[in-house]
């Protein structure tokens, strides 16, 4: 270990060993990458997402509360209804008149339980092909929910719910133009669900891990449900958390995440919510914003751009809803995220990392016609975020 990054952890542990932790120079620190080591950056991350507070002897108290309201929420919204569709094949006079699967009244059980089918399908298929290269979310988790793998248990499961869902549900229409219609080639899909081992009972993927925590999320906050691009952004948090060093918390990656999603699902979710796309805090304002940024910086290349009409929901949309996450590889998409968390104004910095990957290919689009720049926005070429960190770092400063 270089004696740099000793010294980095060392300023790093400084900071957090403080009862207090003064949040101003932990952003100072976490803005130029969180070492992994000894399971600080989860640790930062948790704190910079609000999730812990600054007093550190609130920490255990607060986390232990957490953690038992999700398994309540486990309880509630997974085991429950598991249970009541075990119980009722096996008893029919369970089935009574007011309440059948046919029944159309809109508080029946089972108008609920098909709808959050239709959710859950559309979950089920887009955290099957979560980073699909790299053989993680395909693994066993070593904290399999016991809750719900208990062997005793009969009820269904996420995973069995959807093997038996036989409605062949259409495709959610949630779907928002842009966040997948093109998908890097970075990130080549299965071609079939069946080219992934099952797992043997009492086993369960971090995939399954992930598609639980969007379906909670889904259920508690129905005014936007489940949008697809969510799980691009669960992803890299739970893979943080569900590889800390410290086994202790990553015991709790789920519910951990789950909270820190939550969390910063709160301060982006407005990108994921159509009605509000031209509004001030919608999506279209902040496309816009990359563009008047980029005018500010480099004329000349945003004129060009212009003058190909290439506009920025062609690219920046994905870039800015999904945090750069289908951008880069796994590992660089953290490290960017440290930045992005630790931004005092949250995500202005992440329009200067926009520019930045703008003007770093200036020369290329300067040449290039429609079809050439469109390929490149759409599979960025520069794989080196720590230049990408740097531009738009020289960016800010030069305001």
Not at 69 to 90: C, D, H, R, T, W
Request: hydrophobic share 40%.
């Amino acid at each position: 270990m270089s004696r740099l990054h000793q010294s980095r952890i060392a300023d790093f542990q400084e900071v957090l060993g403080e009862p207090t932790v003064a949040l101003g120079r932990l952003r100072q620190l976490c803005f130029s990458g969180i070492p992994f080591d000894g399971g600080l950056r989860c640790l930062c991350w948790k704190i910079l997402l609000n999730y812990l507070p600054l007093e550190k002897a609130l920490w255990s108290s607060l986390l232990k509360k957490q953690r038992d309201l999700y398994s309540q929420f486990l309880k509630e919204m997974i085991i429950q209804p598991g249970i009541a569709k075990a119980n009722l094949g096996v008893s029919r006079e369970d089935v009574t008149l007011e309440d059948h699967p046919l029944n159309p009244n809109p508080d029946s059980r089972w108008n609920t339980y098909f709808k959050d089918n239709e959710v859950l399908l559309q979950i089920d298929k887009d955290v099957r092909r979560l980073y699909p290269d790299m053989a993680f979310f395909q693994r066993p988790t070593d904290y399999p929910c016991l809750l719900i793998l208990d062997p005793q248990n009969e009820f269904e499961t996420l995973r069995r719910r959807v093997e038996q869902t036989t409605l062949k549900s259409q495709t959610v229409a949630r779907n928002r133009s842009g966040v997948t219609n093109v998908s890097s080639p970075l990130k080549s899909t299965p071609s079939s669900l069946s080219e992934y081992e099952v797992l043997p009972n009492g086993c369960e993927a971090h995939w399954e891990v992930v598609e639980r925590i969007l379906f909670i999320y889904a259920k508690l906050n129905p005014g936007i449900a489940y949008v697809q691009g969510m799980n691009e952004i669960v992803g890299p948090l739970y893979y943080t958390f569900a590889t800390d060093p410290n086994s202790e918390w990553k015991e709790h990656a789920e519910a951990d995440t789950f909270f820190c999603f939550t969390n910063l699902m709160a301060e982006i979710r407005d990108n994921f919510i159509k009605s509000l796309d031209d509004s001030q805090c919608g999506i279209t304002y902040k496309m816009e914003k990359v563009y008047s940024t980029l005018k500010e910086k480099d004329v000349e290349l945003y004129l060009k751009l212009q003058e190909q009409n290439i506009k920025p929901q062609f690219f920046a949309f994905r870039w800015l809803t999904l945090l750069l996450s289908q951008e880069f590889l796994l590992p660089d998409v953290i490290r960017i995220w440290d930045s992005l968390f630790a931004d005092d104004k949250r995500f202005d910095f992440l329009l200067l990392v926009c520019c930045a990957m703008l003007t770093l290919i200036r020369d290329q689009l300067l040449e290039g016609d429609f079809t050439l720049n469109m390929r490149l926005l759409q599979d960025y070429p520069i794989s080196d975020v720590h230049l990408i960190l740097k531009k738009a770092k020289e960016l800010q400063d030069s305001k």
